[in-house]
Every structure is written in C-alpha cells, then in structure tokens.
C-alpha cells in the first residue's frame, strides 16, 4: 500500500503565495512521476503540474505558468508546488497524484485526500 499526505493548504490573499508539500509513504520501489491536480466548485479536476522522471520533463496548465513551480525531493519521495501570485480563480482543492512502482514491482496511480486552497480577492 501507498500513501500521500498534502499539507500546506489554506487561505490567502490574492497576490501572496502558498506552498503544498505531498510525501508518499509506504510500499515503493520507485515513483515515476508525481503531480498536482485540482477541482474548483462546478468544474472538473485538471492537471496543474507534473514532474516525471525527477525532474526531466515537467508540465504545467497554462494557467499557472509563471507562477507555480513543481519540485521534488526523490530522497524523501515528497513533491512541492510553489504558488505565487495567486488569483482568485486558483481557489479550488489541490489534489496530489503519484505514478509508483510499488515493492512487488506492481504499478499504479495513488491520490492524496486533497488540500482546501481560497484566495480571497
């Protein structure tokens, strides 16, 4: 079993900046990529950024480019996405997703429970 653990939710203003973490935890062989989703009310989840290949190829929506900036730390399977700037219209919870291999060699997509993310206009 794997896990992932977010943390760094909260509320803030518009033009200040957040930081999320996720760790994954458990069973791990390796993890090939990790990222951050996220759903705002009404809409559907979308991808924000991702990180492959530690750190090889990275993704972002367009919406965030410029502004977030996706990292890892393979040595404690954690992946952080830097927030600044924040517009109102990033309000939504921000969901981390990883691609593992697992120590049984298995491979699967594992979801953290998502962090509340409100920027206040």
């Known amino acids: 079993q794997v896990q992932l653990v977010e943390s760094g939710g909260g509320l803030v203003q518009a033009g200040g900046s957040l930081r999320l973490s996720c760790e994954a935890s458990?069973?791990?062989?390796?993890?090939?990529?990790m990222g951050w989703y996220r759903r705002a009310p009404g809409k559907q989840r979308e991808l924000v950024a991702a990180?492959?290949?530690?750190?090889?190829?990275?993704n972002y929506a367009d919406s965030v480019k410029g502004r977030f900036t996706i990292s890892r730390d393979n040595t404690k399977n954690t992946v952080y996405l830097q927030m600044n700037s924040l517009k109102p219209e990033d309000t939504a919870v921000y969901y981390c997703?990883?691609?593992?291999?697992?120590?049984?060699?298995?491979?699967?997509?594992?979801w953290g429970q998502g962090t509340q993310v409100t920027v206040s206009s």
């Open positions: 990180d492959t290949r530690g750190g090889s190829i990275t």
């Open positions: 458990g069973s791990i062989f390796s993890i090939y990529s």
């Open positions: 997703n990883a691609d593992v291999f697992t120590s049984t060699l298995e491979n699967a997509d594992y």
